[in-house]
């Protein structure tokens, strides 16, 4: 069953937009969905994009997968909220389970609570492909950030089966689970606990804003994917479509596992794996880029800041006698702003806090933040986390030019502060193999997919077996010259091909390289550059092109991986 939109009019002539459910074999699908109008999520255009939808299978199918997700966690103009083990990832879970049962996989939970779907039977001897991201958010993040990666493997997995493309090797397709680290503050969960980067016990005895612990939150999960039974049967759009068989068993496969445990042995499922991202920044929008390849993840990590202070009366107690934790934060903020300000290459932000007593009439007596601070070296953080926890266990106020003035000569006499690691991921440079691969993979594929379509993934033309011999001169040339990224710090390195670069963000893919796993990634456009905001965008034309990416990096990772290629990994920088 699919879900199809139909335009017509009522009875006073007003536009009336009709869905309609109807069965439609998988090989007439195409040209069926091409026959009508299809609704889009709010993010796209409803008539320039709905015309390409309409045009291009690949732009519709992912217009439709977006569609149908598009209403959970979604706060409107304050974003979406899908955090670790909540309803909406409920939601989530089922769903993804659903649509790949649907397409013959085999879906499985790790270890971990991260999903994964098989085509296929992997194994440390018979290794497959994997691909994928996360469907998790930051409070109120976009659209773009995690889902674009799952949605765009699957489509891209049809595009390439209805091209008559069989696999040779296992394929598998993730949803890592909690990469966001939204909820329990660690980012990247679920692939930090399945390489055992994050051990067993201390994972499950984080705790979130209310004081839920994640083996409570394990525990409670069941419940949750019972409400998605009930709502589905009340008309959960996003289920609609599936009967109530199919939910039952995409619910079996959408469980918590029943603690947290790495499981390294899993990984060796996969011989390359590739992630596909919205681009977290503007560098393709400077490049006139849709597409590029990742070259290497920036060292990154979190710190807990904790200031404690004294309560007291807002009113009756003098400035100067004051024992002020928020005071101290505030000063703390600013230092901080200072050190990434002076430092190469750097990023360093305080964007959570906590405040107690938190009224308004009092003085604040415990302030909680949290530090991300990252850089294109890892000691330029060391250095700058170094200097604030100097500056923290002093007056913090020499030489820093927050010497009090206008605040009442208060020193911050009687406050205290203790920083504290929460997590670190060194930089981590992507399989050189693989990056090179997908270099021709994606330049390879780029003027077919600049002109809109599907096409046949089956003989290649003259044409196109020329571009493959320069393309493979040039990326030997590329290789010998930086086999390794010397300078992590440099905006983009261009070849001849798709551009390569960085990132500062971290990703899951990033995790599995640190692990001494083969991994890759791939990035889309964003139109606006701004992450982790309702305001992130990507083009329906772009997302349609990093389909028709990923689906000939698939392909052509699946039949080197099938031959016995197996791409060394670069673990990350120690």
């Given at each position: 069953m699919i879900s199809v939109y139909s335009k017509d009019t009522d009875?006073?002539?007003?536009?009336?937009?009709?869905?309609?459910?109807?069965?439609?074999?998988?090989?007439?699908?195409?040209?069926?969905?091409?026959?009508?109008?299809?609704?889009?999520?709010?993010?796209?255009?409803?008539?320039?994009?709905?015309?390409?939808?309409?045009?291009?299978?690949?732009?519709?199918?992912?217009?439709?997968?977006?569609?149908?997700?598009?209403?959970?966690?979604?706060?409107?103009?304050?974003?979406?909220?899908?955090?670790?083990?909540?309803?909406?990832?409920?939601?989530?879970?089922?769903?993804?389970?659903?649509?790949?049962?649907?397409?013959?996989?085999?879906?499985?939970?790790?270890?971990?609570?991260?999903?994964w779907a098989w085509l296929g039977e992997p194994s440390a001897e018979n290794p497959g492909v994997t691909v994928g991201s996360h469907m998790d958010s930051v409070p109120g993040g976009g659209a773009f950030d995690g889902p674009l990666g799952v949605l765009s493997a699957i489509v891209a997995f049809d595009v390439l089966r209805e091209s008559g493309w069989v696999p040779r090797c296992p394929i598998g397709i993730a949803s890592f689970h909690d990469e966001e680290g939204a909820r329990f503050a660690?980012?990247?969960?679920?692939?930090?606990?399945?390489?055992?980067?994050?051990?067993?016990?201390?994972?499950?005895?984080?705790?979130?804003?209310?004081?839920?612990?994640?083996?409570?939150?394990?525990?409670?999960?069941?419940?949750?994917?019972?409400?998605?039974?009930?709502?589905?049967?009340?008309?959960?759009?996003?289920?609609?479509?599936?009967?109530?068989?199919?939910?039952?068993?995409?619910?079996?496969?959408?469980?918590?596992?029943?603690?947290?445990?790495?499981?390294?042995?899993?990984l060796k499922r996969s011989a390359a794996h590739i992630e596909l991202h919205v681009e977290q920044g503007c560098m393709q929008s400077d490049l006139g880029a849709p597409v590029a390849v990742a070259d290497a993840i920036w060292p990154h990590g979190r710190w807990r800041v904790d200031f404690e202070g004294e309560p007291n009366h807002a009113g009756s107690t003098p400035l100067d006698r004051r024992h002020d934790a928020m005071l101290a934060f505030a000063r703390f903020v600013q230092r901080v702003r200072e050190e990434a300000a002076a430092a190469p290459d750097a990023r360093a932000t305080v964007g959570r806090v906590e405040v107690e007593p938190n009224g308004v009439n009092?003085?604040?007596?415990?302030?909680?933040?949290?530090?991300?601070?990252?850089?294109?070296?890892?000691?330029?953080?060391?250095?700058?986390?170094?200097?604030?926890?100097?500056?923290?266990?002093?007056?913090g106020l020499e030489g820093s030019g927050l010497d009090g003035t206008g605040l009442g000569g208060n020193d911050l006499e009687g406050v205290t502060a203790t920083l504290t690691r929460e997590s670190w991921t060194e930089a981590t440079v992507f399989s050189p193999e693989l990056r090179d691969v997908l270099v021709q993979a994606v330049s390879a594929r780029g003027d077919d997919a600049a002109a809109g379509g599907a096409?046949?993934?089956?003989?290649?033309?003259?044409?196109?077996?020329?571009?493959?011999?320069?393309?493979?001169?040039?990326?030997?040339?590329?290789?010998?010259?930086?086999?390794?990224?010397?300078?992590?710090?440099?905006?983009?390195?261009?070849?001849?091909?798709?551009?390569?670069?960085?990132?500062?963000?971290?990703?899951?893919?990033?995790?599995?390289?640190?692990?001494?796993?083969?991994?890759?990634?791939?990035?889309?456009r964003n139109e606006t550059g701004a992450s982790h905001t309702p305001r992130e965008y990507a083009t329906l034309a772009d997302a349609t092109q990093g389909v028709y990416a990923y689906a000939a990096a698939i392909r052509d990772c699946a039949g080197r991986v099938a031959a016995g290629w197996r791409p060394r990994p670069v673990q990350s920088e120690r």
């Open positions: 009875a006073t002539g007003a536009a009336l937009l009709t869905r309609t459910q109807v069965r439609v074999p998988n090989a007439m699908l195409s040209r069926f969905e091409r026959s009508v109008t299809m609704e889009m999520p709010g993010f796209w255009d409803q008539e320039t994009d709905a015309s390409l939808a309409a045009r291009d299978e690949a732009a519709g199918r992912l217009a439709q997968l977006f569609r149908q997700l598009d209403d959970i966690g979604n706060n409107g103009a304050e974003g979406y909220s899908r955090f670790a083990w909540s309803d909406e990832e409920a939601v989530l879970r089922v769903w993804f389970a659903a649509q790949m049962q649907r397409r013959g996989f085999r879906v499985e939970v790790d270890a971990a609570g991260n999903q660690v980012a990247c969960f679920g692939s930090r606990v399945l390489t055992g980067i994050l051990p067993a016990d201390r994972a499950l005895a984080r705790t979130d804003a209310d004081g839920v612990s994640v083996r409570e939150a394990l525990d409670g999960f069941a419940a949750k994917l019972e409400h998605v039974r009930e709502t589905q049967k009340a008309g959960l759009d996003c289920l609609s479509e599936f009967s109530e068989a199919g939910i039952d068993a995409a619910l079996a496969d959408s469980h918590a596992p029943k603690g947290q445990a790495a499981d390294l042995e899993y009092v003085i604040a007596a415990h302030v909680t933040c949290w530090l991300d601070c990252r850089a294109a070296k890892a000691q330029t953080v060391a250095g700058m986390v170094n200097r604030l926890g100097a500056w923290l266990a002093s007056s096409k046949s993934y089956g003989a290649q033309s003259a044409a196109e077996q020329s571009r493959e011999k320069k393309s493979a001169n040039s990326i030997a040339m590329h290789s010998a010259k930086d086999p390794v990224p010397a300078n992590l710090a440099a905006t983009h390195r261009i070849t001849e091909l798709a551009p390569v670069i960085g990132t500062a963000a971290g990703h899951d893919a990033g995790i599995l390289a640190e692990s001494g796993c083969a991994a890759g990634m791939l990035f889309v």
